[in-house]
């Protein structure tokens, strides 16, 4: 890794408070990613992705400033990615998935709320993350009260934008989120100073259509009877999709996906044989937090499926690409967004289908709902979910937990037995 | 070392605030040993294995992985080895509820070969456990013996507002200091204990007999009043702590 300790002091950051939470984080990437065995050699970009997402591409986003360009921070799968990079502007997710910046957090934030929430706002205040002074625009978004009420202490500053997430999804929600796309984008061109051009956002669509098939494909090729790659590695590579230069990481996994269909004919295998398959089900797993993916397969099951915002929830539906010009593009990015089943909708049966279509198109022998602990949309959902699986005969346990690995043997004593029950 | 005999199997439980050594031969237990843990109490299971004059050994509990790297050890979790310990002890049971020192658990017993269903853990909290009934008895200056007995005989009990450890200690203070009689807040806490155990088992449907295990099973006034609250009766084996390390026994078996 190259060092960046200029750029971070030239940005103003506690440079020292910054490497003791990434190199813990790095630390934490080697004992569980790195440390797994036949791995594919493709991999090794993604790696790259994840150590140097607080560094080389740092200076990258950095570099595209100085030319004129602007940085857009993000915080959920809810923002349109396609009109930003319409305007030249670069986005990425800045969602926190480490333990060590909650204290930071917690100073102004109570305790009981969700750690991915406590850990953004703990590296934003923590003067740590080298993402916030190169921010042009953060866009935040109401899919929880938590992220709501955070937003209005980071707006203070100025520079922050909130897309209003609608509830429900009736005519008049699909309405209301269409102005609210609209009104993204001309804040969009405020910040950046351009003007969105219909080619333009018509070559951004192909291209998250582009980075959205490339993870479909390897969703595919992970639900073959032996899957090519673990589970924490096909995690790795959604967390690198959240960070990374879109047609990069696009041309990356495609060759990845051409290394994996060559293992899956040759049989290459990476979990021990028998090994239970499972799907992940409900919150993400954002960079800097593998605690559970690491559990399940350190307990011999291989992950399968991810059912989260850091899986398919990012990728299963595209935009309509079509020539009918910028109004239609609007509403068909409008239209794409909005079938995301976040458990924030009510209802939210489409999302109960999808959990129980997956479990089946996956082969699952089981399904762990991952509830964030505080996120209370999921952990309630996963009642109804857990009730859907049982009566499509599939076993399901719920896992409620934050970042801190206090509470890995209690965990570990839940997927065992859980796996244990399997072995019919 | 000892001969190993091709009939004794060792059953571990490696617990929070105890360990517990079953041995069973010939389909019967024929000794075991209950200890607390402490810093040396892993030495001393691994000295019982050292021993060498079984067939085979399988632990459970908290410490299971710690037996699995040093000794030829079989790993099985607490849920497994209570459902079989349980089917053992009780051929007509269909729920075990284990309230151990550091967590609790309802266990739904499998039909046929499944040694269990489904099964349902507290979160990662110490209301609901013994623990939680260890610290209100010495802040009430009870022994556990004592704690359980005197909540029985009490006519009343105090309503206690608060599940949590740390906030139930500070509210028992308050009672105390108020003047509440000891015997109906030792009964409050009881309540307590068993409102929050309730809903782990009441999520089963009834079949069987419900068996209780874990060290609390010992304490009659929290089994009368879990058992009230269920509407059925709770059958407590003779060493409910054990059920456990009997079950590890059978796996190993």
């Not at chain 1, 004992?31 to 591409?57: E, N, S, W």
């Amino acid at each position: 890794m190259t060092d960046h300790d200029e750029l971070l002091r030239e940005l103003g950051l506690d440079v020292e408070l910054h490497h003791r939470i990434f190199d813990a984080i790095d630390r934490n990437f080697a004992k569980t990613v790195l440390a797994q065995k036949g791995r594919p050699a493709r991999m090794a970009y993604f790696d790259g992705v994840i150590r140097g997402a607080h560094g080389d591409r740092v200076a990258e986003i950095a570099a595209r400033r100085a030319a004129g360009d602007k940085f857009i921070g993000t915080f959920c799968v809810y923002v349109p990615d396609e009109i930003i990079l319409a305007l030249g502007a670069v986005p990425v997710a800045l969602c926190g998935g480490t333990p060590l910046s909650i204290p930071y957090a917690e100073q102004m934030l109570p305790r009981d709320i969700c750690p991915l929430v406590k850990s953004t706002l703990g590296l934003a205040l923590s003067n740590t993350c080298p993402y916030g002074p190169l921010e042009d625009l953060a866009v935040g978004e109401t899919t929880c009260d938590a992220k709501k009420k955070t937003w209005d202490i980071l707006a203070a500053d100025g520079g922050f934008h909130v897309l209003e997430v609608p509830q429900k999804k009736g005519p008049r929600d699909r309405d209301l989120w269409h102005e609210e796309v609209l009104a993204f984008k001309a804040r969009l061109e405020e910040t950046t100073g351009r003007t969105l051009e219909p080619e333009k956002l018509a070559a951004a669509v192909r291209l998250m259509n582009r980075k959205r098939r490339a993870l479909a494909r390897l969703n595919e090729l992970r639900k073959s009877e032996n899957p090519p790659l673990s589970g924490l590695d096909a995690l790795v590579i959604m967390q690198a999709a959240l960070i990374d230069d879109p047609l990069r990481f696009s041309e990356r996994l495609e060759a990845l996906n051409e290394e994996l269909e060559d293992r899956v004919r040759r049989g290459v295998v990476v979990s021990p044989p028998g090994a239970k398959r499972i799907m992940v089900s409900g919150c993400p797993s954002v960079m800097g937090n593998w605690k559970l993916h690491h559990l399940i397969e350190a307990a011999g099951a291989v992950v399968v499926c991810d059912e989260t915002c850091t899986g398919t929830r990012y990728f299963s539906t595209l935009v309509e690409e079509g020539d009918g010009g910028l109004d239609a593009q609007i509403a068909a990015i409008a239209a794409r967004y909005l079938t995301i089943d976040c458990s924030c909708f009510s209802p939210n049966d489409e999302r109960i289908a999808s959990v129980v279509r997956l479990a089946g198109e996956c082969g699952v022998d089981g399904v762990v709902q991952y509830v964030l602990q505080y996120c209370h949309t999921y952990n309630v959902e996963a009642a109804r979910v857990a009730a859907a699986l049982k009566e499509a005969g599939v076993p399901s346990l719920k896992i409620v937990t934050d970042y801190a690995e206090e509470d890995t043997g209690q965990l570990r004593i839940r997927i065992d037995a859980f796996l244990e029950g399997m072995k019919r | 070392m000892d001969t190993p005999s091709p009939d004794l199997f060792l059953g571990l439980d490696l617990g929070s605030r105890t360990t517990k050594i079953v041995e069973m031969s010939g389909g019967a237990i024929a000794r075991y040993d209950i200890f607390d843990t402490t810093h040396d109490s892993i030495e001393r299971v691994r000295r019982r294995l050292e021993r060498r004059d079984y067939a085979r050994a399988a632990a459970a509990g908290y410490g299971r992985y710690l037996m699995n790297a040093h000794l030829d050890c079989r790993v099985v979790t607490e849920i497994t080895a209570c459902a079989l310990g349980a089917r053992f002890l009780d051929p007509a049971a269909g729920l075990v509820i284990d309230v151990g020192g550091q967590d609790s658990k309802a266990i739904q017993l499998g039909n046929g070969s499944a040694a269990f269903s489904e099964f349902e853990m507290n979160d990662r909290c110490a209301a609901g456990t013994g623990r939680f009934l260890e610290v209100m008895a010495r802040l009430l200056g009870f022994s556990l013996e004592e704690f359980g007995r005197t909540a029985s005989e009490a006519d009343e009990a105090v309503t206690l507002s608060s599940m949590c450890t740390v906030f139930a200690e500070s509210e028992v203070i308050s009672l105390l200091a108020s003047g509440r009689d000891r015997k109906a807040i030792a009964r409050g806490l009881h309540q307590s204990v068993a409102d929050r155990v309730f809903p782990l088992a009441a999520r089963f449907e009834a079949r069987g007999n419900i068996l209780m295990a874990g060290g609390v099973a010992l304490d009659r006034c929290f089994v009368d009043l879990l058992a009230k609250k269920l509407g059925r009766p709770v059958v407590v084996p003779e060493h409910p702590q054990l059920v456990a390390a009997i079950g590890a026994a059978l796996f190993a078996q």
